[in-house]
């Protein structure tokens, strides 16, 4: 498998600029404000494509609390690439049994847990 495949994998689909502002009817000033501001995950290829994970949306609008998230993974961290993964990649039990993604944790109203795991990580990252 090619490391790009991995990502693929990892990250699942994505919106372009284009299509999310076409799709969610947002402009191109309100997108690029809401990545600066860490509401919005946008992945940026080696080849200067920028991406926006689909797993972050619902219904057109971040995750949320996600900005919350984002903004403690920044701290250890300044690898969107890093974060989307934290936050998409299936857990695996000692058992072999799957725990939920943090995203669908997120979703689910676990922000305390994350916040808490995501410092963590963050620090870890950052040492």
């Not at 690898?79 to 725990?99: F, H, I, K, M, R």
């Not at 689910?108 to 870890?124: H, K, P, T, V």
Request: hydrophobic share 45%; charged share 25%; with cysteine.
């Amino acid at each position: 498998m090619t490391a790009k495949r991995a990502w693929a994998e990892i990250i699942g689909p994505c919106y372009s600029e284009t299509s999310l502002v076409r799709r969610f009817g947002w402009t191109l000033h309100g997108l690029r404000e809401a990545v600066a501001a860490l509401e919005v995950l946008e992945l940026v290829t080696e080849d200067d494509v920028r991406l926006y994970p689909a797993f972050q949306f619902d219904d057109g609008r971040p995750v949320p609390h996600l900005a919350d998230v984002l903004t403690v993974l920044h701290s250890g961290v300044e690898s969107p690439w890093t974060w989307a993964q934290w936050l998409n990649t299936p857990l695996v039990t000692d058992v072999g049994g799957e725990l939920p993604r943090n995203i669908d944790r997120l979703r689910a109203g676990a922000l305390g847990e994350l916040l808490l795991e995501a410092r963590n990580d963050a620090y870890a990252w950052g040492n």
